[in-house]
């Protein structure tokens, strides 16, 4: 890989990193030599997602709020924001601590980095455009966003949190970058998280019906979660400031995505429809020009192989009730 895009880092300090993508992160991070602080209030994380890194050098948890000010033990080169509900179940049910999170841990977050002159890197979300009527979505694209809808808690903190990011580096010179994740799955999702593939594979593994919501036409592209941390650290790595998208421009229909989880597993479940929720996107699919130019990545793990991997994880969790 281009060195511009491998960097290296002392210290990183990953907000929600007991959560699955964060968790994914701290590994990652980890793995390339850097200490890593993860900072979490388990709102969301699962213990059990970072058990194994508490063993290893280097890592230390810091059991925070990160709405409310918190320290780490030293400074950091690097901070990732990742704390935050993801999944609209999460947000429904949090629906205040989201906005906070959002927004006063957004800050926190960018004090600890402009304090550290370190790089911060905000995982925003391609939710902040709405229901789009641009397809694919780009970067330019300034979304369609209802702002007193139900999902309004979780698009707009996470705007906010684009626009705090910006007027920090515009005001202090923080050197910041924004990501744009899509849809990610892979293992150490919550079987009950309320987003559709851990959703289908374990009412697939169960022998229950898949459900799925209005007709199924709708579409998600779904970026298997070692493709999205790479491009995070490409992104961490890169002087860009962002936004940039990073997630599968191959598109699946939710009617697809439930066939292809019933085949994968072998499981002899039926398709169930059931209600559409209120402002749910129709297409969701990234345009990733950007970080195909500036970050030379893209999406290399396909829908079947990400799945396999995901259910077989799955598979090992059965008896954990996730
Ligand atoms: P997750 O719920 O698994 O992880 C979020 C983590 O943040 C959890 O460990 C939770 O305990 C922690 N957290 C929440 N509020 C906190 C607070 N106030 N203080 C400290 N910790 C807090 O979700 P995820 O899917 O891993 O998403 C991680 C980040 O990536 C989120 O910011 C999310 O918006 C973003 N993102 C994820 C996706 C995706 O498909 N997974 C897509 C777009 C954006």
Not at 76 to 104: C, I, K, N, Q, W
Not at 109 to 124: E, G
Request: with cysteine; net charge negative.
């Amino acid at each position: 890989m281009n060195t511009a895009l491998s960097r290296s880092w002392q210290h990183a300090v990953v907000t929600g990193g007991a959560g699955f993508v964060g968790s994914h992160l701290c590994t990652a991070l980890l793995d390339s030599g850097a200490a890593v602080t993860c900072v979490d209030d388990f709102s969301t994380g699962r213990p059990e997602n970072i058990s194994a890194l508490l063993e290893r050098p280097g890592f230390t948890l810091v059991r925070a709020n990160v709405a409310e000010p918190f320290t780490v033990d030293r400074p950091p080169d690097l901070v990732l924001h990742f704390a935050s509900p993801a999944s609209p179940a999460d947000y429904l049910r949090l629906p205040l601590h989201t906005m906070e999170t959002g927004s006063l841990g957004t800050r926190n977050a960018l004090t600890l980095a402009q304090r550290s002159q370190a790089r911060f890197l905000l995982a925003s979300t391609s939710e902040v455009y709405g229901d789009p009527q641009q397809h694919p979505q780009n970067e330019r694209y300034w979304g369609n966003v209802n702002p007193v809808g139900p999902r309004s808690v979780y698009d707009e903190a996470k705007r906010f949190g684009e626009a705090l990011t910006t007027a920090q580096a515009d005001a202090h010179g923080t050197d910041t970058a924004i990501v744009r994740l899509f849809n990610t799955y892979g293992p150490r999702m919550r079987g009950y998280d309320g987003r559709a593939v851990p959703t289908f594979i374990r009412q697939a593994l169960a022998g229950e019906p898949l459900t799925v919501t209005g007709d199924g036409r709708q579409t998600r592209s779904l970026c298997y979660v070692d493709d999205t941390v790479r491009g995070i650290l490409a992104a961490a790595a890169n002087g860009l400031r962002g936004p940039v998208n990073i997630g599968n421009p191959a598109e699946i229909t939710m009617l697809e995505l439930a066939r292809l989880v019933i085949e994968l597993t072998g499981s002899h479940s039926e398709i169930r429809y059931i209600e559409r929720p209120t402002d749910d996107p129709a297409v969701r699919c990234p345009d990733i020009t950007l970080a195909r130019d500036k970050l030379e990545w893209e999406p290399r793990v396909a829908a079947e192989q990400g799945l396999r991997r995901t259910i077989s994880w799955f598979r090992t969790q059965a008896d954990a009730g996730i």
